[in-house]
T-cell receptor, first 113, second 113 residues
Framework: DGGITQSPKYLFRKEGQNVTLSCEQN?????MYWYRQDPGQGLRLIYY???????QKGDIAEGYSVSREKKESFPLTVTSAQKNPTAFYLC????????????FGPGTRLLVL | AQSVTQLDSQVPVFEEAPVELRCNYS??????LFWYVQYPNQGLQLLLK??????LVKGINGFEAEFNKSQTSFHLRKPSVHISDTAEYFC???????????FGGGTRVLVKP
């Protein structure tokens, strides 16, 4: 089955620790995205990547980093510089052509210990 | 820059009653419009999208939406809801020439028996 997988489903971070969230897709999509979702709010874009080895900052990139070494994978690292990391993180990828329709993974919930 | 406003943060509705979720957007250029649904602790699922052509768009699960360019609205409707429609619904807009998807704050629908 084609789709987007995110792991782990829940992740706990200790003070000062970097953590990495995984996102993998087998849809052959070129573009991938990371969003943050806080309770009662919409989704805010953290980073996106249109092709391998290229990515751009979204609206709230501070305290996060990404890499795009493979088309299928777009991991997100939440660094210790992100002072309020507790949120639900959603990865998406989009179809080629016009428009690029985004499809989402199941999400990772990050909690701070 | 574009923005999206979902006018109702919560909508309680009785089972088998109709529901309408309101979405207004602002953009100085042509846009594509989307509605997504999010069930608890899950990712977003695409309900429907408006690209061009007929202003009435039909989606999955019996939902439909109407694009109104003069009122810059894209309201979502379902004539008869089920308990299983209890979820959060997000309206999103993408500029025709851009890469970013901008989301509204979401509308939480609670279907009561």
């Amino acid at each position: 089955d084609g789709g987007i997988t995110q792991s782990p489903k829940y992740l706990f971070r200790k003070e000062g620790q970097n953590v990495t969230l995984s996102c993998e897709q087998n849809l052959n999509h070129d573009a991938m995205y990371w969003y943050r979702q806080d309770p009662g709010q919409g989704l805010r874009l953290i980073y996106y990547s249109q092709i391998v080895n290229d990515f751009q900052k979204g609206d709230i990139a501070e305290g996060y980093s990404v890499s795009r070494e493979k088309k299928e994978s777009f991991p997100l690292t939440v660094t210790s510089a992100q002072k309020n990391p507790t949120a639900f993180y959603l990865c998406a990828s989009s179809t080629p052509g016009i428009p690029r329709t985004q499809y989402f993974g199941p999400g990772t919930r990050l909690l701070v210990l | 820059a574009q923005s999206v406003t979902q006018l109702d943060s919560q909508v309680p509705v009785f089972e088998e009653a109709p529901v309408e979720l309101r979405c207004n957007y602002s953009s100085s250029v042509s846009v594509y419009l989307f509605w997504y649904v999010q069930y608890p602790n899950q990712g977003l699922q695409l309900l429907l999208k408006y690209l061009s052509g007929s202003t009435l768009v039909k989606g999955i699960n019996g939902f439909e939406a109407e694009f109104n360019k003069s009122q810059t609205s894209f309201h979502l409707r379902k004539p008869s809801v089920h308990i299983s429609d209890t979820a959060e619904y997000f309206c999103a807009v993408k500029q025709a020439a851009g890469n970013k998807l901008t989301f509204g704050g979401g509308t939480r629908v609670l279907v009561k028996p």
